[in-house]
């Protein structure tokens, strides 16, 4: 039986349907009637966030092992079932979230649905299929490490939260993969994939009601807790914004990442989605396109770098502001001065111009979001495990209208009071330099 939540609605609209089975499980589904496709997923609240440095990296290695067989069908029938009826397959593991999901046609939405659960609910982990699996996350991981690009964005991670789970690489350490068991899998799984850390959802052109009721049929008996689920309290990482280097003697350029901490808490005076949006339209405007200050001032009337860039990086209770370019090692101490000088402007004033490019370009974004399927189903769930709720796309346009300059300016003077924490791989990469760079920044920005 099925214990409606918060939302319900016409199927022939795009209004979310939102229910909670008596276990917990939540399921999600959001109608597109003008396409015909439909993506349909199955959520954990799981992921690297909640592994230790002995378990760093199970996470994937279970991610990659739920298509290896389930109790029914072998790794070949997984891949071949799907195909068969033209659709997508694919997983991801991240921080805080782990997805296995498919696209295809919209009448097909109750097979993919099948199809899905079957792989979260009843794979079988086949010790010979780990064996040979775990040398593929191996080789994928030693080409993650020999990346100087993936490098200075796992390095990041290290400087924003350091020794936090958090800082810890999605994908493990080499030594790590060359170590795990089936029984390790099978603990990850008992211990997190419960029945509270699970949204089944689709988006889409579908059948609303034959979703909700394959996907109670389904999911009803999930197990409702696990070792370590249960009463889990998810708290906000602590931040602590140091200097890290990695040298790369193969490139002639550096790959540097700057960043902030964008809290959570929000400003008590601002409800927390009102703030994130304030704050992503904060890196919209200082670097997000080729006519923002940070890109044209370090790329157009400097010629510091031609890869340059503001993102808001989030989760379900952290945010990030990270700075990214990619220079040579000569010209590293002038692209970070220019950048430290940018970013103190933004405290002192907003260009309305500015804010009227940024709101647009994430006026758009959500947008284009809300007409591709995975985007939709994918934001949603993110929402869902940060916030417990859903914002009606009309009331997230209305308020990024709404958000004045005063409150994107203070997105930029609440983060600036902490260190940066900044990552540097390449050629010539080294912790003093990094250090360096790290006060020469700090001194720009005060």
Known sequence: MLQRTRFSADPATNTPVLHTLPNGVRLLALPMPHVQSVSVGVFLHVGSRDETPATNGIGHVLEHMAFKGTATRSVQQINLDAERLGADVNAFTGKNMTGYFMTGLGRHAEQLLRMTADIVLNSTFPEDELRRELEVIRQEAIEYAEDPQESSSELLDRALWGEDPLGMPVIGTVENIERFT?????????????????????AGNFDVDAFLAVAGDLFSAMRTSG???????????????HAVARRFTQVSQVFLN???????????????QRWRLAASLAAHLFG??????YVDTVREQLGLAYSADASMESGDVWASFIVHAV????KLDQLVAATGGLLRSHVAAIDPVHLERAKNQLTVSRVRTSERTYATMEQAVEELFASGTLTPMAETIATIADIRADEVREVFERM???????????????????????????????
């Open 258 to 272: 700057m960043a902030y901490p964008l809290a959570p808490p929000a400003p008590e005076h601002l409800p927390q």
């Open 416 to 446: 600036l009071r902490y260190p940066v924490a900044l990552s540097i791989t390449g050629k010539g990469a080294a912790l003093k330099s990094a250090r360096r760079l790290t006060a020469s920044l700090a001194a720009a920005v005060e």
């Open 327 to 330: 220079t040579t090692p000569d």
């Open 288 to 293: 997000g396109g080729m006519s923002a200050p």
């Open 227 to 241: 070792d370590a689920a249960e009463g889990r309290t998810i708290v906000p990482p602590r931040y602590i914004g």
């Open 182 to 202: 089936r029984d390790d899998v099978v603990r990850h799984v008992q211990a997190h994939y419960v029945a509270g850390n699970t949204v089944v959802a689709a």
